[in-house]
Each structure stands twice: as structure tokens, then as C-alpha cells.
């Protein structure tokens, strides 16, 4: 299961959001979205979730929790149209 993850620290790399959502459950990806030219976080990612009962248990756990002193944003990612 494919998930957005929103509001994330600017500091947050992808090996901290890994274990920070391996706590619900195999984590299979990470990526952190980052602006072209400087690298810097754009503050929002997605998380692959080995399995779909992984990935609503994040939905169920971590969103609206703190996470580097901001509070998460968590939902099942959409395509883009």
C-alpha cells in the first residue's frame, strides 16, 4: 500500500521515516520529494507499505502524531491526474 506522508521536519531523512512508520508494520520504500537545484526537503513523501493491513495501521497509528515537532499528515496516496 502506497502512502503520502505531509508536514513532514525539513531535517527528516528517509532512513528516519523508515523507522519511524516500520513501527506499523515492513516498510518496502521511502522517498522524500526534494526540490531540483538545492536538495531541500519539499516537506511531504511517500511510504510503501509491504502490505495493505501495514499501511492502514500507519493510517491508524500515525497520522495526526508528532513527528519531529510537527504533526503528520498520513493518507492513502492517489495518482495524480
Excluded at 499501511?55 to 495518482?79: H, P, Y
Aim: some cysteine; aromatic content about 8%.
Amino acid at each position: 500500500m502506497n502512502l503520502y506522508v505531509g508536514n513532514l521536519p525539513w531535517s527528516c531523512t528517509e532512513e528516519e521515516l523508515e523507522a519511524h512508520f516500520s513501527q506499523a508494520g515492513p516498510v518496502k520504500a521511502v522517498r522524500i520529494i526534494t526540490e531540483g537545484r538545492s536538495g531541500r526537503s519539499k516537506g511531504f513523501g511517500f511510504v510503501e507499505m509491504e502490505s495493505s493491513d501495514g499501511g492502514q495501521s500507519a493510517i491508524d497509528t500515525l497520522n495526526g502524531k508528532d513527528f519531529g515537532g510537527r504533526e503528520l499528515r498520513v493518507d492513502t496516496a492517489t495518482e495524480r491526474s
